[in-house]
T-cell receptor, first 116, second 118 residues
Framework: DTAVSQTPKYLVTQMGNDKSIKCEQN?????MYWYKQDSKKFLKIMFS???????INETVPNRFSPKSPDKAHLNLHINSLELGDSAVYFC???????????????FGPGTRLTVT | AQTVTQSQPEMSVQEAETVTLSCTYD???????LFWYKQPPSRQMILVIR??????QNATENRFSVNFQKAAKSFSLKISDSQLGDTAMYFC???????????????FGKGTKLSVIP
């Protein structure tokens, strides 16, 4: 009954490859996110998405693209992987609106991506 | 753009003692949310506590409480009766959900590594 799940948890790949990370939430949330945590543990937003709009952080290379097949899923596709893409990638979700827990973001377990 | 500053890269505390982690932020907005997240060695990000800026009362969750000073733009986390399981990175985060597109995104500080010593 995991709330936010990600697959895979570890991903090792070579430069130039294309890879995807999947994220699913079963919380009924309406907004999902991708964050990148670098080697110094700094967390930075990459994307936020609900069924109305996709917000892209301007510093994210266009090799990164989120794709949402439905409200419960937000996958991250990365093309032409580079060494600098090595990081931990976190998916998160939240509920907007008027609930008492609105805006609280719940995170998946993270995917450690290593590009060699 | 909002910025969040955690000035203590590392801290340690004896088990059962109390420790306070500092966080300051910079914003021109009057309504916003502040959060503390915990990241233990397992890597999982865990929400610890939330504070709405329009509330004067400081948030409390069991052994965790905050000291929210809006005028000073300060949001510190106090952990009472520290336990070994509190050993983790702690991140302060800011959100302004009222500022339009992308406003639900969290802006994080760089984190404080807390070690609880037996």
């Amino acid at each position: 009954d995991t709330a936010v799940s990600q697959t895979p948890k570890y991903l090792v790949t070579q430069m130039g490859n294309d890879k995807s990370i999947k994220c699913e939430q079963n919380l009924g949330h309406d907004t999902m996110y991708w964050y990148k945590q670098d080697s110094k543990k700094f967390l930075k937003i990459m994307f936020s998405y609900n069924n109305k709009e996709l917000i892209i952080n301007e510093t994210v290379p266009n090799r990164f693209s989120p794709k949402s097949p439905d409200k419960a899923h937000l996958n991250l596709h990365i093309n032409s992987l580079e060494l600098g893409d090595s990081a931990v990638y976190f998916c998160a979700s939240s509920l907007a609106g008027y609930s008492s827990s609105r805006y609280e973001q719940y995170f998946g377990p993270g995917t450690r991506l290593t590009v060699t | 753009a909002q910025t969040v500053t955690q000035s203590q890269p590392e801290m340690s505390v004896q088990e059962a003692e109390t420790v306070t982690l500092s966080c300051t932020y910079d914003t021109s907005e009057s309504n916003y949310y502040l959060f503390w997240y915990k990241q233990p060695p397992s890597r999982q990000m865990i929400l610890v506590i939330r504070q709405e800026a329009y509330k004067q009362q400081n948030a409390t969750e069991n052994r965790f409480s905050v000291n929210f000073q809006k005028a000073a733009k300060s949001f510190s986390l106090k952990i009472s009766d520290s336990q070994l399981g509190d050993t983790a990175m702690y991140f302060c985060a800011f959100m302004n959900p009222y500022s339009g597109a992308g406003s639900y995104q969290l802006t994080f500080g760089k984190g404080t590594k807390l070690s609880v010593i037996p």
